[in-house]
């Protein structure tokens, strides 16, 4: 299952702190269920945010992570 995250203002260290908690919750949910963070979306997720996500994942033991890109018109023109 992926934890999704959204965010823009947060500083780098608020950052850290923020993507680990939300990893460490929701591994709680249930033992048999693994989780992984992932960014929302490129319009949705600061690059800090994405670098910070990235490094998390990298540490944890469910190596994979999934963003949401391309979905509409809007979104291609976006990126």
């Known amino acids: 299952m992926f934890h999704e995250l959204i965010g823009f203002r947060d500083?780098?260290?608020d950052l850290v702190a923020r993507t680990r908690g939300a990893r460490e919750a929701a591994s709680r949910v249930n033992e048999r269920v693994r989780v992984s963070?992932?960014?929302h979306?490129?319009?949705s997720v600061s690059p800090e945010l994405f670098q910070a996500i990235r490094a998390?994942?990298?540490?944890?033991?469910?190596?994979y992570t999934s963003v949401h890109v391309g979905e509409s018109a809007e979104e291609m023109e976006l990126l």
Request: cysteine-free; charged content about 25%; overall charge negative.
């Open 37 to 39: 963070l992932a960014p």
């Open 11 to 13: 500083t780098t260290g």
């Open 41 to 43: 979306a490129p319009y």
């Open 56 to 63: 998390e994942v990298d540490r944890s033991e469910i190596p």
